[in-house]
């Protein structure tokens, strides 16, 4: 949710480069791209070696825009702001919305920085950027741009908040289905980020996400609940619920293998076959006995016929 923002107007989770970082990345640009004009300099130098005066300084005119200014414009936009300074440093070009940058936002940031930093050797830009609480130059400013911190050093992922004691299982019947994962990723955002806020703004962004939870379930909380209490109570039900669902879907895996080795136990039951055999073998025994003979002593036992 772009609109939920800190007191300093920072979109929750975006956390603006600051000046070192950024003039490390445009130090590391410019030695790449000065080294491709020079490059272009003296191949242009060997092939408009016939040309006159004139011709040669428009040349070396239009070399200089094409590298310097242009080609950082392109990268810019065909990386979606990420040049290979700002990629080495962990840093990004991205919207005041964080949405990624387009052509208009890379061109307006591409001339303002011929005046920024080439012209002025980059003293307009630092003094920008050190008035700036987000560390933004006149190009961001113009073209309505913020640079990030994208690879954060040490950076880990912090655990929700626990709910109140009182608050364990008080939410099992809910239906969470309708919340969208921007809202979650919203409310976890702001969970583990609660404590750096000012109070009063982090209770009435506390407020407006348990609103959009509950207009979303369609129940609303037990009355006396603070806000971010319900939150924590809400994302630990969901969590509660995706590791029982991983659980069921592990075990489910299972169940075949586990399964088929009771398929196999049959296969020995042919081994008995032999003893049925042996017993036909055995009928021509009544025929030793038949000379016993018991019918003739009157035992009134007739032999089936």
């Given amino acids: 949710m772009s609109d939920l923002v800190t007191g300093d ?52 005119v239009a070399s200089f825009l094409l590298v310097l200014v242009g080609v950082p414009i392109a990268v810019e936009t065909l990386s979606h702001g990420r040049s290979l300074g700002k990629l080495a440093c962990g840093l990004r070009v991205v919207r005041e919305d964080g949405g990624p940058i387009r052509f208009r936002h890379a061109l307006v940031r591409g001339a303002m920085g011929v005046v920024e930093l080439l012209m002025t050797f980059g003293a307009v830009a630092c003094i920008a950027s050190l008035m700036s609480e987000r560390g933004r130059r006149l190009g961001d400013v113009f073209a309505g741009t913020l640079v990030i911190r994208e690879r954060v050093p040490g950076a880990r992922v912090m655990p929700v908040p626990a709910p109140p004691p009182w608050l364990a299982g008080r939410f099992a019947a809910l239906d969470l289905s309708a919340v969208p994962d921007g809202l979650w990723l919203a409310i976890r955002q702001y969970l583990t980020r609660m404590n750096q806020l000012d109070p009063h703004t982090g209770a009435a962004m506390a407020a407006r996400l348990a609103d959009d939870v509950v207009a979303r379930t369609g129940t609303p909380p037990p009355a006396g609940v603070p806000a971010a209490a319900f939150l924590m109570a809400v994302v630990h039900e969901r969590q509660s619920r995706d590791a029982a669902r991983a659980f069921t879907a592990h075990a489910a895996g299972r169940a075949p293998a586990a399964a088929a080795a009771p398929v196999a136990a049959p296969m020995p039951m042919p081994m008995p076959m032999p003893v049925p055999t042996a017993v036909p073998m055995a009928a021509p025994a009544p025929a030793h006995v038949a000379p016993v003979e018991p019918p003739a002593r009157g035992t009134g036992f007739a032999p089936p016929a």
Avoid: N
């Fill in 9 to 60: 107007a920072v979109v929750l989770g975006l956390r603006p480069a600051r000046l070192p970082s950024r003039a490390l990345a445009v130090l590391l640009d410019l030695l790449v791209y000065f080294t491709g004009y020079v490059v272009v300099s003296i191949a242009l130098l060997y092939a408009t070696a016939d040309l006159d005066d004139a011709a040669q300084a428009a040349v070396t």
